[in-house]
């Protein structure tokens, strides 16, 4: 099997775990980089032996000879990326946030359509092994009809040491990473017709809000709650799990810290250790977030095989993106808002 030449642009903080996901990728390989920064681009060069380097994107893209694109900039370059790429027919993935509005989302996704390329936003957080144990088992029926949820991931971690930039925004936590909470919210209950929000800054030494809470309608009926906090100081730091409780006609699903998985209804009681795998490049306690990083990865690697739609596309994607503008929208007014007015 030829493998998929990819080139990955922007070698900052996180995209070291996509080059080392990449070489455990089956089908896939990483054959040019691109960074405006020279010496992260080095950096990344020769960590992971890439001979073909460029500070300049449009110079990569006019140069060629890869079947995909993934883009590991921050979120001020993704539409300009994305139809650089798009205007070259270069399959395109894209790190979240997806774009800075709902408005420049919508353009990216409909100048992949035009272009006809796939588009896939890293929205790595349902690939992660618990969630995806969590969605199996509400498959399997484990727990009949859902009709409530928490989606909840409080921590103290500190953040703003490998990415300053998050200190800086006047948009911070629902934004950066209750962007993928409410992604896992539409992954396990569905699509949302209008939710509530309230925000808090708690930290003084961020622009951002740190607290969320958001109550969230689901078009099949269920309620469900997303709430995220970098403001909370617990005995063992639980970052970066997402906890998980679902209510069901038939039982409970409850994915607690520890990555502790416990399943009741009518055959009892189950309790199953969902823990990620520690990958030969991974460290606790991002292991979690980096066996997600494999798994998004190999997913496209097989879609853009087999001409499938992969499960995080730019135009799922703005079903996610809609919700982070409808949170800050809600927190702004304190009134609901609902979700199909905005997509
Ligand atoms: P970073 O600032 O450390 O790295 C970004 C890099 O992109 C920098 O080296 C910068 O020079 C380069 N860059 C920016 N614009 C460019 C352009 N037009 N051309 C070439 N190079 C360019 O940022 P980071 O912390 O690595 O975050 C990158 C993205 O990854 C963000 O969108 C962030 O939200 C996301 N992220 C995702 C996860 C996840 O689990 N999915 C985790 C962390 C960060
Ligand atoms: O996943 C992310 O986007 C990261 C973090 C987990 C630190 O919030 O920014």
């Known amino acids: 099997m030829q493998k998929l030449r990819g080139a990955l642009i922007g070698c900052g903080f996180f995209a070291v775990n996509q080059m080392h996901a990449w070489n455990d990728v089956e089908g896939a390989v990483i054959v040019a980089i691109c960074d405006r920064d020279p010496e992260r681009l080095a950096a990344v060069g020769d960590q992971f032996g890439i001979a073909r380097r460029y500070a300049d994107a449009a110079q990569m893209f006019a140069d060629g000879g890869f079947d995909f694109v993934d883009i590991a900039t921050t979120v001020q370059s993704h539409r300009a990326l994305v139809e650089l790429a798009a205007a070259h027919k270069v399959p395109a993935i894209c790190q979240k ?37 969590v969605r199996k088992a509400l498959d399997a029926g484990a727990i009949g009809e859902p009709f409530w949820g928490r989606f909840s991931f409080r921590s103290g971690f500190d953040v703003f040491s490998g990415q300053p930039y998050l200190a800086e925004g006047e948009r911070f936590i629902i934004e950066d990473l209750g962007i993928h909470t409410l992604d896992i919210a539409r992954y396990i209950l569905g699509d949302v017709k209008s939710l509530t929000a309230r925000t808090l800054r708690v930290n003084p030494k961020i622009k951002g809000e740190d607290v969320a809470t958001i109550l969230l309608d689901h078009e099949a009926g269920a309620t469900s709650i997303v709430d995220v906090s970098y403001a909370t100081k617990l005995g063992t730091e639980p970052f970066p799990e997402t906890l998980v409780e679902l209510d069901g006609t038939e039982g409970t699903i409850r994915l607690s810290q520890g990555y502790r998985l416990e399943i009741n209804n009518a055959a009892g009681t189950t309790v199953t250790d969902v823990s990620p795998k520690l990958l030969s490049w991974a460290s606790r306690p991002w292991h979690n977030i980096q066996e997600s990083v494999f798994a998004i990865q190999q997913h496209w690697s097989e879609r853009l095989r087999d001409g499938g739609e992969t499960s995080t596309s730019g135009a799922d994607n703005l079903k996610t993106f809609a919700l982070v503008e409808a949170a800050y929208e809600s927190a702004a007014s304190g009134s609901p808002v609902e979700i199909g007015a905005l997509l």
């Open 97 to 133: 946030p997806f774009a800075r509005t709902l408005s420049d989302a919508k353009a990216m996704v409909a100048a992949c359509r035009t272009a006809s390329i796939p588009l896939m936003v890293h929205e790595n957080f349902r690939w992660q092994p618990p969630i995806q144990a």
